[in-house]
């Protein structure tokens, strides 16, 4: 693409802020460390979660740069940002999480393929942009469209990434045009996170944020948009982030029977403590996130100081001074919701954490229970084993 260019090495990338947790180097992939999550409502981006596949694309002349919208529509055109700026421009909080966060854990139990995450591959922002529903009546389709006139279904991403699963070629994804022509879906060609200009590691120029969905789908660094029949037929769509039953390995696995995965289901943290934590006995304040996909609000944090044999329910919010009701019109639907609750911890304790969305949706138990070949969606009970320092000190007299 003219101004847009794919590095073929990294020796260009961007720098980042020394605090956070690198998971892989190359493709640059990392997380702050969890305390920093419930530190603000909103992520500050040097504290977002960055997820690549390969070095990161630079933008060699703004001017230059173009977007293509074509496929199954009456007209194809190329948008400058220019044109996309003269558009209505929204700003849309919404959490993006990818869909291998908290992989780690479900490594522990049996062996996945994947960047290993902890609990921090997440995060919330301010984006603002274009809604992709006004985009797309640029080139005839109208809103709440579920197909064009010529049978366009399926709205396609291209991002000018290159990525070594594809075999060099670039990333890609879709969602349905239903969704795509629905203004309240709010999804966005984003060209701001927090009111600053986004950055190359988030997407630089433009991005689609695709919110309630799993961060896969939000494609950055935006190449190109194609209308088409069917979805997307790249590899992350096809043969990655599916949802395996435990019984499915790479020795029998039939990537054709399983849908891609959209929406994530409902989660929550406790990010207050690390694991196998030393602190005093007596009260301790513990603190988390708790998302749901789809839109969908939180309407319980359940908290446990005992292994989950007594609960207490969690505070939860958002923002400072507005109360947040799970589906109020006053909550950002596409958002976590942040949660609290002081507890008395005995010594040796396991605290857990599970949360309950607005459908009545509840974590599962056990990350046995969903373990999957891509160790995806792990959305099990958050468990954190700690010490009590006066046990400590005995064990070492």
Known sequence: MPGLTAPSDYAEEPPRHPDLKINSKEPFNAEPHRSALVASYITPVDFFYKRNHGPIPKVEDLSRYTVSISGLVNKSIQLSMGDIWALPKYNVTATLQCA?????????????RGVGWDISALGTATWGGAKLSDVLELVGIPKLSSVTSLGGKHVEFVSVDKCKEEKGGPYTASIPLKQATDPDADVLLAYEMNGEVLNRDHGYPLRVVVPGVIGARSVKWLDSINIKEEECQGFFMQKDYKMFPPTVDWDNINWSTRRPQMDFPVQSAICTLEDVDVIKEGKARIAGYALSGGGRGIERVDISSDGGKTWVEARRYQ?????????????????????????????NAEILAKAVDSAANVQPEKVEDIWNLRGILNTSWHRIKIQNSSSVGRSKM
């Open 100 to 112: 291998g966060n908290r992989r780690t854990a479900m490594s522990n139990v049996r062996k996945v």
């Open 319 to 347: 923002k400072d001074n507005v109360a947040y009701v799970s589906d109020g019109p006053q909550s950002d639907k596409w958002a976590w919701v942040l949660f609290e609750a002081t507890l008395d911890i005995p010594a």
